[in-house]
C-alpha cells in the first residue's frame, strides 16, 4: 500500500492542543484509535508539509 493506494475506510481526524503542551493528531477508525503527539515545532513543519502538498495536488489537476 502506498500515497497513490486509494481505501474505502471511513477514519475521523481530530487536531489538537494537549494539557502537555503538545500538538495531537487523533486518528479514529472503525476497531483503530491512533494518537500522534508532536512538539508545536514538528506540528509546524507537517503543516508546512500539508501546504506544499496541497499546492503540488492544484498543479497536478490543472
Given at each position: 500500500?502506498?500515497?497513490?493506494?486509494?481505501?474505502?475506510?471511513?477514519?475521523?481526524?481530530?487536531?489538537?492542543?494537549?494539557?502537555?503542551?503538545?500538538?495531537?493528531l487523533?486518528?479514529?477508525?472503525?476497531?483503530?484509535?491512533?494518537?500522534?503527539?508532536?512538539?508545536?515545532?514538528?506540528?509546524?513543519?507537517?503543516?508546512?508539509?500539508?501546504?506544499?502538498?496541497?499546492?503540488?495536488?492544484?498543479?497536478?489537476?490543472?
Open positions: 500500500m502506498g500515497i497513490n493506494t486509494e481505501r474505502d475506510i471511513e477514519a475521523n481526524l481530530q487536531i489538537g492542543p494537549t494539557d502537555q503542551g503538545m500538538v495531537r487523533f486518528i479514529e477508525a472503525p476497531g483503530t484509535e491512533i494518537p500522534m503527539d508532536f512538539d508545536p515545532e514538528e506540528a509546524e513543519e507537517i503543516a508546512e508539509e500539508i501546504r506544499a502538498a496541497a499546492q503540488a495536488a492544484r498543479a497536478v489537476k490543472g
